[in-house]
């Protein structure tokens, strides 16, 4: 099966589509070690996007939140506590960090996070809302904030 590869401009309007649930089950935020994907859709349900929210086994202020298209196309990917990420050209960029998709490279690129949009990356939970909001999550699912997050 050949890879699907889109183009800046379609990618681009994947990213600032308006997402929805597909059902209103609850999820738990992951606890260490933990993973969640949630399915997402347009809202004429043509396309199809998922939610994943990893943390770290023992650091447990790692964590990535990423937003998914054609089931294995990256469109965003925030990387909070994780390793420095070393780009195409060379440039090291320290965590937190936003991966974009960019055409030809895929999320191979990463730039350091705007602390506008992602206020505290400590906070895992505000920094998980505020991805949602970049990704243009607006009727979010239903996470269900645990006591140790």
Known sequence: M????LTQADADDLLAMD???TNNQQHAYPLGGGYLSIDLQSHDKSEKFILNISRGRIDLTKATHQTRAHKTIILARLDIAGPTHRNPDGVEVPCPHLHLYREGYGDKW????DPSVFTNPNDLWQT???????CNIVDPPDIQKRLFV
Do not use: W
Request: charged fraction near 20%; avoid cysteine.
């Open 110 to 113: 990463a730039a350091p996070i």
């Open 2 to 5: 050949a890879d699907v590869v």
């Open 128 to 134: 998980l809302q505020e991805f949602i909001t970049f």
């Open 19 to 21: 997402k929805y649930r």
